[in-house]
């Protein structure tokens, strides 16, 4: 069974920067993709940033350059790297993990941007 967990969300204020991990309880290379998404209370999931096994990114509009999606296959851990932060971006963000017959989610972390 693979774990994914996150960690790094927090408050900041608008116009700040965080860094979002997600580590992997196994090798990472066992995933096509790994993404993150996000959702806030009462809304769907929606989609974040993607990289595939081959190091392909690609990003909602919303976040294109602001957010960096990266990864560290010798840490088996995916990053998220969230700048100009605006008061839009408060959601919990979601790690998952798709391999070509399953994916796996993490449990979230809270990213909240104060005005």
């Known amino acids: 069974q693979v774990q994914l967990?996150?960690?790094?969300?927090?408050?900041?204020?608008a116009g700040g920067s965080l860094r979002l991990s997600c580590a992997a309880s196994g090798?990472?290379?066992s995933f096509v993709a790994m993404g993150w998404y996000r959702q806030a209370p009462g809304k769907?999931?929606?989609?974040?940033?993607?990289?595939?096994s081959g190091g392909s990114t690609n990003y909602?509009?919303?976040v294109k350059g602001?957010?960096?999606i990266s990864r560290d296959n010798a840490k088996n851990t995916v990053y998220l790297?969230?700048?100009?932060?605006?008061?839009?971006?408060?959601?919990?963000y979601y790690?998952?993990?798709s391999r070509r017959f399953d994916a796996y989610w993490g449990q979230g972390t809270q990213v909240t941007v104060s005005s």
Request: net charge negative.
């Open 66 to 68: 602001r957010f960096t």
């Open 60 to 62: 909602a509009d919303s």
């Open 5 to 13: 967990v996150e960690s790094g969300g927090g408050l900041v204020q």
């Open 27 to 29: 090798s990472i290379f």
């Open 44 to 52: 769907q999931r929606e989609f974040v940033a993607t990289i595939s």
């Open 95 to 97: 790690c998952k993990g």
């Open 81 to 92: 790297q969230m700048n100009s932060l605006e008061p839009e971006d408060t959601d919990v």
